[in-house]
């Protein structure tokens, strides 16, 4: 892997001269515009049901808007690149309308981060790390957007099929190194670029850990770093309860708290209030002299 470690910046980036400022954690609220997502699929599939938990998460106080139209939970099926748009666009510019919020695309299609780009969205959300769509990199340098470069095993439908690492919080940084390394020779700035290091996406529950517990040998890379455990599956295995994942709040701001101690930069939550409310007790106790 080639030598990049670099000070990590304190500023994201985005476009028209704009920027988020990570001095402080970062929250990213979830609105899945899906049938089919794993925890919420299906309950805002109507534009308009999208938009108004779009106003519930910008009161609750998040810092982004995170906009998915294709499910990729394990095993979930692949949809139309039209099909993907004719979710998210109609959502986007109802938000647009009522908020400039930070807006980022959940797709790994160029064609459809274009199309949401073009309709007001900030920020690139490629589970892919740029890899699924050739023409990616492209429209993240046209439109001057920020890049969230996620480590997966395989694809969505087979990632959980025996996902096996010698040390996986090596090998996902390495991956990263490369990526971030195909990114800067493509004209996109380490400024602009969050790794995302994938809970659940092809790891076990060691891996999981071992991740979230070790999350500041990702600092060397010196770009922000997300997190994304929000109500995954592997809280239950710790837990031994069988409960849906709406269910998991408490595992959920959990593994959150421990990525922020250990230097996450950017929380990727379904319950934001509780979230935040956790992540300010946290920080009162950590900064009281």
Do not use: W
Request: aromatic share 4%; hydrophobic share 40%.
């Amino acid at each position: 892997m080639p030598d990049i470690a670099k000070q990590q910046t304190d500023t994201i980036r985005l476009p028209e001269n704009r920027q988020l400022n990570i001095n402080r954690p970062l929250i990213m609220g979830i609105l899945n515009v899906t049938p089919d997502s794993f925890s919420d699929g299906g309950r805002f599939i109507n534009p308009e049901d999208a938009i108004h938990r779009a106003k519930q998460i910008i009161n609750e106080g998040a810092d982004i808007i995170d906009i998915g139209g294709e499910s990729t939970r394990p095993g979930a099926e692949k949809v139309s690149t039209d099909a993907e748009i004719g979710r998210v666009l109609p959502v986007i510019k109802g938000i647009r309308q009522i908020s400039d919020r930070p807006i980022s695309i959940d797709s790994s299609k160029s064609e459809v981060a274009e199309e949401a780009l073009k309709a007001g969205a900030d920020i690139i959300n490629d589970i892919s790390a740029l890899r699924f769509d050739p023409r990616m990199i492209n429209i993240a340098v046209k439109y001057d957007a920020p890049v969230i470069l996620m480590h997966m095993l395989g694809k969505p439908k087979t990632m959980q099929t025996a996902p096996n690492y010698d040390n996986c919080v090596e090998e996902i940084k390495q991956f990263f190194g490369e990526r971030i390394e195909f990114c800067k020779s493509n004209g996109i700035n380490r400024d602009k670029i969050i790794i995302d290091p994938g809970i659940g996406f092809g790891k076990r529950l060691q891996d999981n850990l071992d991740i979230i517990k070790n999350l500041s040998e990702f600092k060397s890379l010196g770009c922000p770093i997300m997190i994304g455990s929000s109500r995954k599956s592997f809280i239950p295995k710790i837990t031994k309860n069988e409960n849906q994942p709406i269910q998991r709040i408490g595992g959920s701001v959990a593994s959150m708290l421990c990525a922020i101690r250990n230097g996450c930069n950017i929380v990727r939550v379904h319950d934001v209030a509780a979230t935040i409310e956790a992540i300010n007790i946290y920080l009162a106790i950590e900064e009281f002299k």
